[in-house]
């Protein structure tokens, strides 16, 4: 019988030690915006915060934001998108940025404008909230105030939040059959409460042919189409119109 002794596979980060399909660009030719970009990238909280401490002597909040944190951010969003990224690096780098965003915040005096709105959650009896966790990184990444739930939320609570917030989107995300039937109340009670906000509804366990049977519904096959429908869902598009142009 053949004893284990090297135990380094098992606790191997293999995330790490991929070959990748890509790297992250450079953002910017300003050599101290791209180290915080680089920063971000890299998901380095403790990295971040000097560097973006030091670049605010000479630049504005609002640069560091936008060309820094955010283009970095959006760098995180490209490499998840073609798979070189995963859920932990998305996650450390949404965290590295919210370091940056609340010194610059610090810096200014006041939180940083947002676009809007957007209330997320994971289904009643749903615990599963991985994909809303990536959603809320795009999204605030890409300047939208999330309004977050977490998981497990009760139908009233979404459709009181949501008369409360008067986001321009709501989104839900469910990885079990048994609880996506939430879905459709919400929609319902939303219709009867008069307010007609795209709802984006996704997960494991969600379909298109299921979203689209109930109005506001409308299908996120990805969490990475979310800063997009949220663009749309600020520009006035109705969820009509949003369903078409990113269902069937």
């Not at 640069?63 to 490209?78: C, D, P, Y």
């Not at 795209?198 to 189409?225: H, M, N, R």
Request: hydrophobic content about 40%.
């Amino acid at each position: 019988m053949k004893v284990l002794n090297d135990f380094s596979n098992i606790f191997k980060r293999y995330d790490l030690d991929l070959e990748k399909t890509g790297e992250a660009k450079t953002v910017s030719k300003d050599a101290v915006l791209q180290k915080i970009a680089k920063f971000v990238v890299e998901g380095d909280e403790e990295g971040i915060l000097p560097a973006v401490q030091a670049a605010l002597k000479d630049k504005s909040p609002l640069v560091v934001i936008n060309e820094a944190l955010i283009a970095g951010m959006n760098e995180v969003s490209r490499l998840w998108d073609e798979g070189v990224y995963f859920l932990p690096q998305v996650i450390l780098s949404s965290d590295a940025m919210n370091v940056g965003i609340a010194e610059c915040e610090k810096n200014m005096g006041k939180s940083m404008d947002r676009k809007g709105k957007v209330v997320t959650h994971t289904a009643e009896g749903d615990i599963h909230d991985i994909g809303q966790v990536i959603v809320n990184a795009l999204l605030n990444a890409n300047g939208f105030e999330v309004i977050d739930l977490g998981a497990d939320v009760p139908t009233d609570k979404v459709v009181a939040s949501c008369k409360e917030h008067r986001p321009v989107m709501v989104t839900g995300t469910a990885l079990m059959t048994t609880t996506m039937t939430a879905f459709p109340k919400i929609a319902h009670q939303l219709n009867k409460a008069g307010l007609q906000i795209p709802f984006i509804c996704g997960g494991g366990a969600v379909c298109e042919e299921y979203v689209t049977e109930f109005d506001l519904g409308i299908w996120g096959k990805e969490a990475s189409q979310a800063p997009g429908m949220a663009e749309d869902a600020l520009a006035g598009e109705s969820w009509e119109s949003m369903r078409g142009k990113w269902n069937g």
